[in-house]
């Protein structure tokens, strides 16, 4: 049974810097075919996708992010970060790290997903 799990400081204030993790278990973060996305759904709208990183460690963003976020991940712990600088109160989701299963260069799909955490970005 695989598991993610995000964990986040919740409240942030503005133009401050976000860290989150998400801690997988039973699954191997670097096991091939396989991909960890955070996405996040601001209050009242529905989900963006921020970025992924791969098994081979690539990381790929969204266009609208690309400049603040950054994915990383510590293969031994079996976990991945997400940070993202200059926070703004439209910042403010859940947020969640979702396991990407990539089936071919153009089929795949989300099959396990954390719970989500909220970050709420206020002064």
Request: hydrophobic share 30%.
């Amino acid at each position: 049974q695989v598991q993610l799990q995000e964990s986040s400081p919740g409240l942030v204030k503005p133009s401050q810097t976000l860290s989150l993790t998400c801690t997988v278990s039973g699954q191997s973060i670097t096991a091939t075919h396989y991909a960890w996305n955070w996405i996040r759904q601001p209050p009242g709208k529905g989900p963006e996708w921020m970025g992924v990183i791969n098994y081979h460690g690539s990381t790929y963003y969204s266009p609208s992010l690309k400049t603040r976020a950054s994915i990383s991940r510590d293969n031994a712990k079996k976990t991945l970060y997400l940070q993202m600088n200059s926070l703004k109160s439209e910042d403010t989701a859940v947020y969640y790290c979702a396991k990407e299963v990539l089936v071919s260069s153009y089929y795949s799909f989300y099959d396990y997903w954390g719970q989500g955490t909220q970050v709420t970005v206020s002064s």
